[in-house]
Nanobody, 127 residues
Framework: QVQLVESGGGLVQAGGSLRLSCAASGRTFSSYAMGWFRQAPGKEREFVAAISWSGGRTSYADSVKGRFTISRDNAKNMVYLQMNSLKPEDTAAYYC????????????????????WGQGTQVTVSS
């Protein structure tokens, strides 16, 4: 079992920054990839970023490339999403997720690839 708890969301003006954190339980955290997704009201959940078990590989949605950075600290069982140059269209609930079915695997971006999800943290960007 893996439990994921996100934090760091809030209200920020366009052009501002936020850093989301995701705390994961479990001793095998360092063996699986992690991802961030988001869901705006009335829209489907979409991929934002993913990072491999070692942190050596990352993947980003085109809409956030160059503005967002995903990272992880395996010693602390933490994953982060640094979000810069935020835009109103980044407003959404952000979820972290764990891909525990492919230990030591690469990064994946499909919602069905992930087996555990956090409860989400709200990010609101005002114009």
């Amino acid at each position: 079992q893996v439990q994921l708890v996100e934090s760091g969301g809030g209200l920020v003006q366009a052009g501002g920054s936020l850093r989301l954190s995701c705390a994961a339980s479990g001793r095998t955290f360092s063996s699986y990839a992690m991802g961030w997704f988001r869901q705006a009201p009335g829209k489907e959940r979409e991929f934002v970023a993913a990072i491999s078990w070692s942190g050596g590989r990352t993947s980003y949605a085109d809409s956030v490339k160059g503005r967002f950075t995903i990272s992880r600290d395996n010693a602390k069982n933490m994953v982060y999403l640094q979000m810069n140059s935020l835009k109103p269209e980044d407003t959404a609930a952000y979820y972290c997720a764990a891909d525990t079915r492919r230990p030591w695997g690469g990064v994946v971006s499909g919602i069905r690839d992930y087996t555990y999800w956090g409860q989400g943290t709200q990010v609101t960007v005002s114009s």
